[in-house]
């Protein structure tokens, strides 16, 4: 859509991924056309997809993994291979496991247009396969969050190039929780987020087995932790809530009750119906019993990523990444 101006605003895209084989295919089919360049940063893959990206013209940025990885820092290289001599108005993130829903970025950037004080724009990224397992119906409920304003976007989302730019991008050494910590540094530099009620992308978390769910449960535990850690003690107490509830329902009331089963205190039995209880309240919520089991059993994983995260703090040596497929 034109600006105020008359111009067209150059939109690119970043895609980064790793063995993602033909989800890739997919994803980079769904922009071509759609955007001028899209730059594919891929980090080791096996399955001969950089081959495939270049042959279907996309720009090919090779991590170097002989350095930690991130997708932070695979993020950071695709916005660096499009500075230069002509780099984009807006850029779209795309996770090399999502699809672009048609129509996403032509209302997305309409948008931004309308909207100049917005600097990021995200909409509903749906689970390709929600009924495949209760694992993707869980990630699919997590990505269903409200539109309008926002404090945080996820994976895929389009942005405004220059401010994404001038605070620094995405921060690196984060294991996960990137986005929504450069959500908040941009939100404290003056800009906006907004969540659409549009459809954005199609996303194929491909959990079949309750190992992957932990793992990735317990990543998220752990970028409660260090968030909290790097902005806790500013005004938006950035994901402080989320960790002592974690640590609370996954640490404090099991542990507790353990003791007092130890010295045989009756008191461990009414701890006990603190978890049922607690399923029963989201069950009536959500709706869903299986969801709201697995969402109180998901605390136990947050305390072990959030614990996990301050026993690496104690020592000085960081987490390596926490992958679930």
Not at 210 to 218: I, L, N
Not at 279 to 301: C, N, P, Q, S
Request: proline letters at 5%; glycine letters at 10%.
């Amino acid at each position: 859509m034109p600006d105020a101006a008359g111009a067209a605003p150059i939109v690119d895209a970043v895609v980064i991924g790793r063995n993602e084989g033909a989800r890739l295919q997919a994803c980079l089919a769904s922009l071509k056309g759609q955007v001028r360049r899209i730059v594919y940063v891929d980090s080791g893959s096996k399955d001969g997809s950089q081959a495939m990206a270049a042959r279907m013209g996309v720009q090919v940025v090779a991590l170097d993994m002989t350095q930690p990885f991130t997708a932070a820092r695979a993020r950071n290289a695709g916005l660096t291979a499009l500075e230069g001599a002509a780099p984009p108005d807006l850029v779209q993130m795309v996770d090399g496991d999502c699809e672009v829903v048609a129509g996403w970025l032509p209302a997305a950037v309409a948008f931004l247009q309308a909207h100049p004080r917005v600097t990021v724009v995200c909409g509903r990224r749906r689970e390709r396969f929600p009924q495949a397992s209760v694992y993707n119906r869980l990630c699919d409920r997590e990505w269903n969050t409200p539109p309008g304003p926002a404090t945080a976007c996820g994976g895929d989302a389009l942005m405004r190039f220059a401010p994404l730019m001038a605070v620094g991008g995405y921060r690196e050494v984060l294991i996960a929780g990137e986005e929504p910590e450069l959500c908040l540094r941009l939100i404290r530099a003056g800009g906006r987020v907004w969540r659409l009620e549009a459809e954005m992308t199609l996303h194929d978390a491909a959990m079949t087995r309750f190992g992957q769910w932990w793992r990735r449960t317990r990543r998220a535990g752990h970028a409660f932790a260090e968030g909290a850690d790097l902005h806790g003690a500013g005004p938006e107490r950035h994901w402080v809530r989320e960790t002592w509830r974690a640590l609370l329902w996954g640490a404090v009331l099991p542990l507790t009750a353990l003791l007092l089963a130890l010295v045989w205190h009756p008191l461990w039995l009414l701890l006990l119906l603190a978890w049922p209880l607690q399923v029963l309240r989201i069950a009536r919520r959500e709706g869903d019993w299986t969801v709201a089991a697995f969402l109180v059993l998901g605390k136990l994983a947050e305390a072990q990523g959030a614990l996990g995260y301050a026993w690496g703090r104690l020592i000085n040596r960081r987490t390596g990444l926490i992958e679930y497929k």
